[in-house]
């Protein structure tokens, strides 16, 4: 029961990631008027990936500590 917090918090943040991804591959013109080709879409995504990655790291982290702690009490 404890846990249906937390992948209901995973859930919502991969729908996020999803949706922001298909904005990043569906617009033509960034927030600079810069007309977006493939590679710089694809550029863009990357670092998109790479937060959301470093978000997951950090959550998994905190997760596995507090996990730790729970079973050493």
């Known amino acids: ?16 990631f999803l949706c922001f ?4 591959f569906t617009r033509t013109v960034d927030g600079h008027g810069t007309v977006q080709t493939l590679e710089v ?3 863009s995504f990357a670092i998109w ?7 997951l790291a ?5 997760y596995v500590i507090v996990r ?5 009490n």
Do not use: D
């Not at 029961?1 to 996020?16: A, H, R």
């Not at 990936?49 to 978000?55: D, I, K, R, S, T």
């Not at 950090?58 to 905190?62: D, K, R």
């Open 41 to 43: 879409k694809l550029i």
């Open 58 to 62: 950090i959550e998994w982290l905190i």
């Open 21 to 24: 991804s298909a904005f990043l």
């Open 1 to 16: 029961m404890k846990n249906k917090g937390w992948k209901i918090l995973q859930i919502i943040q991969l729908i996020i």
């Open 49 to 55: 990936a790479a937060f959301y990655l470093g978000v």
């Open 68 to 72: 730790r702690s729970k079973k050493q």
